[in-house]
Structures are given as C-alpha cells and as structure tokens.
C-alpha cells in the first residue's frame, strides 16, 4: 500500500495521518516464507520536521505461522510493531547519521507500507521459535516428533570417537 506524501512535502508541511490495510499475504525471505494468519490496519502519521526530515510512526498487530525450531510443529507468531522513523530523504542511505532511519521504504512523494512492515518485522524476528518450553525435537535418525511419542533409534548423540568403547559395552553386557 502507498501513502502519498505531497502534503507533507510541500509548503503547507501537513501533517498525514492515515489507516490502511497491509497488503501483504505472506512474508517471504532468505530463510523462508512464512503465512500470515491474521493483520489488523496499519496506522501511519507522517510529520513534517525540517527541510526534508520526516518522523514516521506506525502500529500494526500481526500474526504469522512459523515453525518450531525444534519439532517443526507449525507455531503462531504474533508480532506487536509499534515503532517510529526519523528519515531525512535529502540524506542517502550511506550518509545516516545515529539519529536518522533508513528511508528506502519511500520513493519520491510515497511511502510504501509494507515494504516498511517487512524491515520492521526482519528487525524484530525471533531468534528461536517453540512450540512449548519444554519441546523434546525430533529424532535426528528417524525423523519421529519426540513430543508425541518415542521412537527405538539408538542414541547417536555420543562422541563418535567413543563408538570402539561403546561396541565393546554392547558385546561383553560382564565388563
């Protein structure tokens, strides 16, 4: 979705609030897509500051479906973005000063809302996902979910180099 700028970048400097649905339907990167299940509107206010400086400030409610990091067990994910941006487009990406935002989620006089959302999810992903506290995996020899049962694989999770002093275990139950 874009949000038109021109009022705020022209003499008057006016002040753009507005609510408006976030088009995306699923978030798409590197390390995977993930569906997004639910999204409330996105709130948007553009104020002027000075010359061409921009405070932006946006709140959305989302929820996707990511799986666990450890059973793979589809999880629901709810990201809560409220945030604000400082941008100067005068300044470019490479010249941002600590105080300044990236403002490549704007060309020219529009503001591009989900390309904004999608840096601030990125920004805000978790570092892991479970499904519980307390999720047990998956088998790394069978594949079976360790959460809904257990499987008759041999612990391979020994040091490889102790498999000699394992096998004679196996062999002589006496020693």
Request: charged share 30%; net charge negative.
């Amino acid at each position: 979705m874009l949000i038109n700028l021109s009022d705020v970048l022209s003499e008057q400097h006016k002040t753009v609030e507005e609510t408006v649905e976030l088009e995306l339907e699923e978030f798409s990167a590197k390390f995977g897509r993930f569906p997004i299940i639910s999204k409330s509107p996105v709130y948007v206010k553009v104020e002027h500051v000075k010359d061409r400086e921009l405070v932006v400030y946006a709140r959305a409610n989302l929820c996707m479906e990511i799986p666990c990091d450890r059973c793979l067990e589809p999880v629901h994910q709810n990201f809560e973005l409220d945030f604000t941006k400082r941008v100067d487009l005068s300044v470019s990406d490479a010249e941002l000063t600590e105080e300044l935002d990236e403002s490549n989620f704007i060309n020219g006089y529009h503001l591009d809302v989900d390309k904004m959302l999608y840096n601030e999810i990125l920004i805000g992903w978790p570092t892991k996902v479970l499904c519980s506290e307390d999720c047990k995996g998956i088998c790394n020899v069978c594949g079976q979910n360790l959460n809904m049962g257990t499987c008759d694989c041999e612990d391979t999770g020994l040091d490889p180099r102790m498999s000699v002093v394992r096998e004679l275990f196996k062999n002589f139950k006496e020693v």
